[in-house]
């Protein structure tokens, strides 16, 4: 009888042990990458690169790349997902190809199109775009500073914003006519009003230079507002680079400027930086209370599925140049 108890209490802790391992393991999940379009504009060689399968994985494992079709004039290095000329193509041809991305153990298929069309102006397009890549790599990794950002920073939430302090009706209808103008942009942002802090993943917060000293001291670390400031702005992120949350402040008798410096700071909320163009609400002090063309361009790309956080500028500016038809034609 003593036996039986002895082996029936030691099965009962070894099944209570592999119950507790089993809670902490991890489960695996598929990599994550998105249909991808490249668009060939310029005669290439063998062995150049005619643009870069994009792909993460949540669990940081490292991928591996394989196109499905073998007959083509295309292969894809397994390691770089660099996708490479082998032989010739015509002038004016469209390849659907699919490509599968897997880190060992799951994998997730994909459609690459590959557009051919060498335009008789090609140079003055490539000029313009390289503009609006520089443009773009200014303010998302944010250049106006002595330090800029290594990485990119978004947002993969919805972002929920809630509205404190002292606001009027007025800036109700801004916050709300804006952010609906930015989700007719880039229909991948998701954003909305919500009626409680504790729902919000950001406050824009409202009142005179008195007020933010004497009831939120800290409310944007290291910050003390003059009468010079009419905004400010503080983005928080993981160690993965996503945005969590915001913390914004708006002057509320900063007079005219109020309107732009609402738009200004919520477009620092969504990962950007300053603009060195007047034109831009980016611009500071800002003025204008419309989004400039670079404006679009730069919140479309921010919010592409190819653009991901943690990118650095190299990476950012191989996936813009290598992915032409995805950002620079509708």
């Given amino acids: 009888m003593k036996l039986k108890y002895v082996l029936s209490v030691l099965i009962i802790s ?8 089993s809670g902490t393991e991890s489960v695996n999940t598929k990599p994550i990458s998105t249909d991808q379009s490249f668009l060939i504009k310029e005669e290439l060689t063998e062995n150049d690169v005619v643009g870069v399968v ?7 494992d490292a991928l591996s790349y394989e196109l499905v079709e073998k007959n083509t004039p295309f292969v894809v290095d397994t390691i770089t997902g ?13 390849y659907e190809l699919t490509a599968k991305v897997s880190d060992g153990d799951l994998s997730t298929t994909i459609k690459i199109a590959i557009e051919v069309n060498f335009p008789s102006k090609k140079k003055e397009i490539v000029t313009a775009d390289n503009r609006l890549i520089d443009v773009f790599k200014f303010l998302a990794f944010k250049q106006e500073r002595k330090s800029p ?18 606001f009027n009706s007025n800036d109700i209808n801004v916050i709300e006519e804006f952010i609906e103008k930015l989700q007719s942009i880039v229909s991948e942002l998701k954003l909305k009003i919500v009626s409680s802090k504790e729902a919000s993943n950001v406050e824009i917060y409202f009142s005179s230079i008195e007020a933010y000293k004497r009831d939120r001291p800290n409310y944007i670390k290291d910050y003390t507002p003059t009468d010079k400031n009419s905004g400010r702005s503080k983005v928080f992120f993981t160690s993965r680079k996503n945005i969590t949350r915001s913390n914004v402040w708006v002057r509320k008798n900063n007079g005219i400027a109020r309107v732009s410096t609402i738009k200004h700071e919520i477009l620092h909320t969504l990962g950007l930086g300053h603009s060195k163009d007047q034109k831009s609400i980016l611009f500071t002090p800002s003025k204008v209370e419309s989004l400039s063309a670079d404006d679009i361009f730069v919140v479309k790309t921010l919010y592409n599925p190819l653009i991901l956080s943690k990118q650095k500028e190299s990476e950012v500016d191989q996936v813009l140049r290598n992915n032409r038809k995805s950002f620079f034609e509708d």
């Avoid at 972002?159 to 302090?165: A, D, E, K, T, V």
């Fill in 14 to 21: 070894l099944s209570l042990s592999c119950s507790k391992e």
């Fill in 149 to 166: 950002n290594k990485y990119i920073n978004k947002w993969d939430e919805e972002i929920r914003f809630f509205i404190s302090g002292d």
């Fill in 54 to 60: 994009v792909a993460s994985d949540n669990e940081e």
């Fill in 82 to 94: 660099e996708i490479k000329l082998i032989s010739g193509i015509a002038n004016e041809i469209k």
